[in-house]
């Protein structure tokens, strides 16, 4: 008689395929379930110690950056701080911030001469993360402004009546700034920067070259510069205007900025090392830290230059014997404004 394959309600066997003997299948479950918590101990320690090594480099990871952020601090700690007050008042601002835009302002001091503190060099920089881009603005040192408690000047002495505290508050409230940072550098420092990245490459007309020692006679061209080449060419002002020496320290910013990018980040802490000790500044050193891993992760490498305040809308005029460089100020902070805060371009030969 031929065995049935079908099962009963209550049938608790099943026939193998193979053998056709029956199987109970309460026992075929005890098997499986026997079988699944063997394979789930082997798991567990796998799993424990994909865990443990996971735990290990988020520490691991967690310690570098520590390190990374002590040691920086430490290097920019070695800026000469300055301590300046920091209300909207005593820094001249009357505007609110914009986002995305941090102005700082460099001072460039030419002890040489014989002028003291007074600013040689008055240049903004613009970090506009908005747009991806650094404006480098130079402020015509004989502007003719109005310095708090000391009347009508030319802008440069600010910096000499009361240092970077007054330069700040005299930027901001005559061209209506949010300006709340300053790095102050000595020329004379200068070199040291210079020959701590490498040493510069610029553009020279032949009757610049004519005036930098080692390059007399020499073509127009692109030539390396030495720190002291560098600072010579700064310097440059017989040959021509007080407009074109401004163009060429934005020239030697531009280049300064754009070798800065162009380290290897293993050599960052070896240039930061030799450079901050000779800066001047009231940026703190997370502030420090934090623009600089900005820029460098947006890859903020485009440099624009202009001059404020224009030359179509200002003249130099000598007042009581004295040279002052005059401007329609009203027009030049509406066109500044617009240039620094909205990114809109310049339509004059001030850009360059």
Known sequence: MRRSNNKNENDTYQYDNVLGEPIDQKELKRSSKRRSNRSNQEQKPK???????????VF???????????????IF????????????????????????ITNLVFYGLDSEEGIGSRSDTIMIITIDNRNGKIKLS?????????IPGYGMDKINHAYAYGGPQLALATLNSNFDLDVRYFATVN?????????????LDLYLTAAEANEIPGLEGKPDGIYHLTGPQALDFSRIRKIDTDFERSRRQRDVMTGIIDKIFSQTPLSYPKVMNEIMPLVTTN?????????????LL????????????????????NI????????????NKKILDSYIYNDIPLLTDEEE
């Open 47 to 57: 799993r424990k110690k994909k865990k443990g090594f996971l735990k290990k480099l």
């Open 60 to 74: 691991i990871l967690l310690a570098l950056v520590a390190i990374f952020l002590i040691y920086f601090n430490y």
């Open 77 to 100: 700690s070695k800026t000469q701080k300055a301590s300046l007050q920091t209300d909207n008042e005593a820094l001249g601002i009357t505007r609110s911030s914009t986002f995305g």
């Open 138 to 146: 130079s402020i015509v040192r004989d502007s003719y402004v109005d």
């Open 187 to 199: 020329f004379e420092s200068m070199p040291k920067i210079i020959d701590a990245l490498g040493g």
């Open 283 to 295: 940026l703190p050193s997370y502030k420090i830290l934090g623009l600089g891993t900005t820029m």
């Open 298 to 317: 947006r890859q903020t490498k485009h440099i624009e230059q202009a001059r404020f305040p224009l030359a179509s809308l200002s003249n130099g005029e």
């Open 320 to 331: 009581d014997g004295v040279y002052y460089y005059v401007f329609d100020i009203e027009e």
